[in-house]
């Protein structure tokens, strides 16, 4: 087994990238990305490649407890240094901290601020409109504000501390799975994947969401594991769930499935039937006690939607104005094949699209990464192997099957949550990778190249600009 990421893929992968931004700016010379966007890419691209490669060579000589100090300081220093360049870059390009058009971020900054500035009650009544499923971070942003100020910038700080620890996290998760090469593997490619950094620069929810997700995974993963029964094992994940209520009610649905599908597929090798029960009679009993009707409510509401918000939610951005008319046209039936590549990089210049093109670099990342995860569920459901896996793929599969039947599966912001889990399958999928299999990443960076210079096509032609 591979227990580096070679230099073959990630050479290949830099120069596939520069190949099809060049031959998307010859197409499309109309619509050429302006250049701090194609910096912006070339600097995520390059140094994720790059340095996945040799720090993966290098840091294999480290012992576990060196590993965990390097990973979470250079992890922490990555993400601080990126925050203080982004927060002037935002001021000097959008004359606010903030994100080009800034969206959520107005409306979580301002609910932020009430509790400090009105205190607890009138954050109570500014509350009250809005539904659980979005409040987490409302409470959490006001409670960091309460005790450190206002300033946008030391909750971005405070971040990049929870997204480092999110590092630690995935490292324990996948070497607990898939042994040591691989957890260092995975954490490395979390440390220096450019979305991870970008959503620590913004005042979203994303950061906080994928550290309960990780938290979840690795804390559930290590109950179905464990000879030893821990009180404190047992209520993290539950804990976790039921915050996931209050920031996304969709995930955290799938976090309870897949807690589910853990307890009752795990092989009874890895988790004895008594334990089985034990567990899932805690679990449920816990759950009965603590879920409130609201989020029964809000859960149900979204499962009678299924079969019409999506339909919906297309036609709609498909006659807003600055819309793609092709939206209406998108279905389960076409993001489904494509569900763990999606958002496709976007590499032309459309209004209004700063933030898409500003990602072009991570997103084109995570397409060639996507390759490496597909191989390594099809191997695992081919050798059987999934049975030792099934929380963190019910996790991972469950959330893109929801995605695929809702508004946001070409989004990136929604796939966020599950980065991480995808990358830890990444990572596996690499340490299995043989010389045989060298043609079929070639295929694929056709395919991956092919895609963005469509996608490309798409986004352009469904605005009349083509």
């Keep these: 087994m591979l227990d580096y990421f070679p230099k073959y893929f990630s050479s290949r992968a830099i120069y596939c990238y520069l190949i099809t931004l060049a031959l998307v700016s010859i197409v499309y010379v109309n619509y050429v990305m302006p250049f701090q966007f194609m910096l912006f890419g070339i600097v995520a691209v390059t140094a994720f490649f790059v340095f996945s490669n040799k720090l993966s060579m290098d840091w294999r000589r480290y012992k576990p407890e060196t590993f965990y100090k390097k990973l979470f300081f ?10 203080v360049f982004i927060y002037f870059y935002y001021i000097e390009m959008t004359g606010e901290p903030h994100a080009y058009h800034k969206g959520d971020e107005g409306a979580y900054q301002a609910l932020g601020e009430v509790w400090r500035n009105y205190g607890f009650d009138r954050m109570k009544f500014e509350m009250g409109w809005m539904p659980l499923s979005d409040s987490g971070y409302s409470w959490w942003l006001g409670f960091e504000y309460l005790l ?3 300033h946008v910038l030391t909750a971005r700080l405070v971040k990049c501390v929870i997204d480092a620890f999110s590092c630690i996290l995935i490292y324990n998760l996948a070497k607990r799975s898939f042994g040591e090469h691989v957890g260092r593997m995975a954490a490395i490619f979390c440390m220096l994947m450019p979305n991870m950094w970008y959503y620590c620069g913004v005042t979203l929810k994303e950061t906080e969401m994928a550290f309960l997700v990780i938290l979840f995974a690795e804390r559930s993963d290590l109950v179905l594991r464990s000879p030893k029964i821990k009180v404190v094992d047992i209520i993290i994940p539950v804990v976790c769930i039921l915050l996931m209520f209050s920031f996304r009610t ?5 976090m309870f499935a897949s807690l589910a599908a853990g307890l009752i597929f795990t092989s009874s090798k890895q988790l004895q039937v008594w334990k089985k029960i034990m567990y899932s009679s805690v679990f449920a009993i816990w759950m009965f006690l603590t879920i409130g009707v609201e989020i029964v409510q809000e859960t149900q509401q979204l499962w009678e939607g299924r079969t019409t918000n999506q339909a919906e939610g297309m036609e709609w951005r498909s006659q807003r104005e600055g819309g793609n008319a092709f939206a209406k046209y998108a279905s389960a039936t076409l993001f489904a094949p494509a569900i763990f590549s999606i958002p496709f990089s976007s590499m032309v ?4 699209q700063e933030n898409q093109m500003m990602l072009n670099g991570a997103n084109f990342n995570k397409n060639i990464m996507s390759g490496f995860v597909i191989f390594a ?3 695992l459901l081919l050798s ?3 049975r030792k896996h099934v929380l963190p793929i019910a996790l991972t599969c469950g959330y893109l099957v929801v995605l695929v039947f809702s508004n946001f599966a070409q989004s990136e912001r929604f796939h966020f949550p599950v980065l991480a889990l995808e990358l830890m399958f990444a990572a596996y999928g690499i340490s ?6 060298k043609r079929w990443f070639g295929i694929w960076l056709v395919v991956i190249c092919a895609a963005v210079i469509g996608w490309a096509w798409i986004k352009l032609a469904g605005r009349g600009l083509v």
């Design 74 to 83: 250079i992890s922490l220093i990555i993400r601080v240094v990126y925050v």
């Design 148 to 150: 450190l100020g206002t």
């Design 250 to 254: 969709a995930l955290g649905g799938v």
């Design 349 to 352: 210049a459309i209004k209004n």
């Design 377 to 379: 569920l099809f191997t």
């Design 384 to 386: 059987g192997e999934w």
């Design 432 to 437: 299995l990778m043989k010389n045989k299999h």
